[in-house]
């Protein structure tokens, strides 16, 4: 790890020296209001998190480190005979906030080839499960056995100095990240292939492997998964995933602590679940309708139907971005070059064409652009992954990414433990009749 690792040093050190002399000078500076329609409906828009590996604008999109998902699908070393970003050069990205050379990709997919033995207890928690597990029950359950493992959990019951969290921390993040690939396919082949696992390839890279321990080795496959990987990784802070880990993570909680929890956010149907939702919701369609081409129509019928039960669109609406997603919008790319035909794939792009005029008929819905998730699952079919109780398990490796990066950065700059201030709606109603003037702690 040494290369990686000095190289973040050296970055952090950095940015420490920065951020304090930036607080010094500029601490006391407003960066906002609160109104108290924010304190009540989810915080939106509130700035109150400093997260260094990617930023959301409302129009653009995601940027990591500056770098759009085009100009990365651009500029990341990528495989021997492939075309898309392999995901450990996002990585790098991210933690040593520099492109990686292929030289360095090189070295971070042979650091954690060399990590990802999972011992076998992690494999005997997941057994004890019923097979009618949620795959993601599956996932964090095998995250929280491996917490046996935790560097971090053990330098500090040991009494490591406040200035040297940040180490243990990348060791378990890198550990972690090597081994989430075997822990996925494993789970995967318990639950749909009989039980029946397929060792790691030692030459591959890492979303390179997670396809070929999965079943899938078919070369569009692996693009897939390094372009899936890659684009899923991160949001930036606020977003139930990375908020969550690093929430956690400030409590002290070692990495697999923070990312389980981070884990158990997204699985909630609002947040990375809804790549399941969407695909259960088109073979819904499919199955009400009769067809596997629906007519736009059709789907505009369809569509209708499901506001009307009071359900959402999945896959459609955002709690920041104001236009398609830019991740959308790859997976399309993606789609238009390996599967034009394919018959889902139309679907989901008709989707596209019929949902947003019907949500803003609605007049309520601030985004009606799909998201990230609307695409996913279409591609994943189309390589014969059918089974979409698992895809959220896929974003969830990639997520791994994101959050471990921030989670060492965290460390590194010394943030505190989290805590906002929370009201009651009795102390608002006082504050309102002038009979309370500031809230204490
Ligand atoms: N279908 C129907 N109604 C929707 C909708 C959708 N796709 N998106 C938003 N709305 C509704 C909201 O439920 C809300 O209704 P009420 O006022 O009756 O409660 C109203 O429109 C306003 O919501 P908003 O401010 O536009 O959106 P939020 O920031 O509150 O929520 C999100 C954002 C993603 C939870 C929401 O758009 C949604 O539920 N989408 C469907 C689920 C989904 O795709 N989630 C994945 C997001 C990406 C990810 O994290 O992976």
Redesign the pocket.
């Known amino acids: 790890m040494g290369i990686i690792k000095d190289r973040f040093v050296a970055k952090a050190s950095a940015a420490n020296a920065e951020i304090k002399e930036l607080l010094k000078e500029h601490g006391n500076k407003k960066i906002g209001e609160v109104t108290l329609a924010q304190v009540y409906?989810?915080m939106?828009g509130i700035t109150g998190l400093v997260t260094e590996t990617s930023l959301l604008d409302s129009h653009e999109g995601i940027r990591f480190r500056g770098y759009s998902i085009p100009e990365l699908q651009e500029k990341l070393p990528k495989s021997a005979h492939g075309t898309e970003p392999l995901p450990e050069g996002l990585f790098y990205l991210m933690l040593v906030g520099e492109l990686p050379t292929k030289e360095d990709v090189d070295h971070v997919s042979a650091v954690l080839q060399r990590r990802s033995h999972v011992p076998n207890h992690v494999f005997a928690a997941i057994d004890a499960l019923p097979l009618h597990t949620h795959p993601m029950t599956m996932f964090v359950t095998g995250v929280m056995a491996l917490q046996t493992e935790s560097y971090f959990s053990k330098a500090y019951s040991e009494g490591i100095a406040k200035k040297d969290y940040w180490e243990p921390t990348f060791d378990d993040a890198l550990i972690l990240i090597a081994r989430l690939p075997r822990i996925a396919a494993y789970i995967y082949r318990r639950k749909y292939k009989n039980n029946e696992h397929i060792q790691p390839n030692g030459m591959l890279d890492w979303a390179g492997n997670l396809a070929h321990m999965l079943g899938y080795d078919d070369h569009g496959f692996r693009e897939l998964m390094r372009l899936y990987m890659t684009i899923h990784a991160d949001?930036e802070g606020g977003?139930?995933?990375a908020h969550t880990t690093h929430l956690v993570g400030s409590a002290l909680s070692d990495p697999y602590l923070a990312y389980a929890a981070g884990m158990n956010g997204?699985a909630g149907?609002?947040?990375?679940?809804?790549?399941q939702?969407?695909i259960k919701w088109i073979f819904e369609m499919q199955k009400e309708l009769g067809t596997d081409e629906p007519s736009k129509d059709q789907i505009a019928e369809y569509v209708r139907k499901?506001?009307s039960a009071g359900?959402?669109?999945?896959?459609?609406?955002?709690?920041?971005l104001r236009k398609t997603?830019p991740r959308f919008t790859a997976q399309m790319e993606f789609g238009k070059t390996h599967m034009p035909d394919d018959k889902l794939v139309n679907t989901v792009w008709n989707i596209y064409e019929t949902?947003p005029p019907i949500?803003q008929s609605?007049g309520?819905?601030?985004?009606?652009w799909p998201?990230?998730?609307?695409h996913s699952g279409a591609l994943l079919v189309h390589y014969g992954m059918v089974e979409y109780e698992f895809y959220t398990v896929l974003?969830a490796v990639s997520r791994s990414l994101g959050v471990l990066a921030s989670l060492i950065w965290d460390r590194a700059l010394g943030f505190p433990l989290e805590r906002p201030k929370s009201v009651t709606t009795e102390s608002v109603k006082q504050w309102l009749e002038g009979k309370a003037e500031i809230w204490g702690d």
């Open positions: 409906q989810g939106r949001h977003n139930v995933s997204l149907p609002l947040h990375g679940l809804a790549n939702e969407v499901t506001l359900k959402v669109v999945p896959g459609y609406g955002h709690a920041v997603d949902v949500l609605l309520k819905i601030k985004n009606p998201n990230v998730d609307a974003f």
